[in-house]
């Protein structure tokens, strides 16, 4: 049960380390899929079905700079988790 819980929270871990991550990839999809311009310099207009994302998807840009701080974290937790793995099966498979 323990070792159970130890993945969920290893696997949170890395979900929200990379999140960062993902908010820049998502940000620029859709800037580029709507024809937006965009930057971290500023926030640029973005209209697409009557509703300004600017502000948005310069939020979700600019949020890329805490991967500075979080994917060492977020590696850090995956070996943690690929060591755990290792070892829970290395043990099963010698009793």
């Keep these: 049960m ?3 819980a130890l993945y969920a929270v290893l696997v949170l871990g890395i979900a929200i380390c990379a999140a960062p991550l993902l908010s820049v990839i998502w940000a620029e999809a859709f800037a580029r899929r709507h024809g937006c311009t965009l930057h971290e310099g500023f926030t640029n207009p973005c209209v ?7 502000d948005t998807l310069y939020t979700a840009f600019v949020a890329g700079w805490l991967m500075l701080l979080t994917l060492p974290v977020g590696a850090i937790l995956l070996l943690v988790l690929i060591i755990t793995g ?3 099966m290395w043990r099963r498979r010698r009793r």
């Design 86 to 88: 290792g070892l829970h």
């Design 2 to 4: 323990a070792l159970r």
């Design 48 to 54: 697409v079905n009557g509703h300004d994302w600017g």
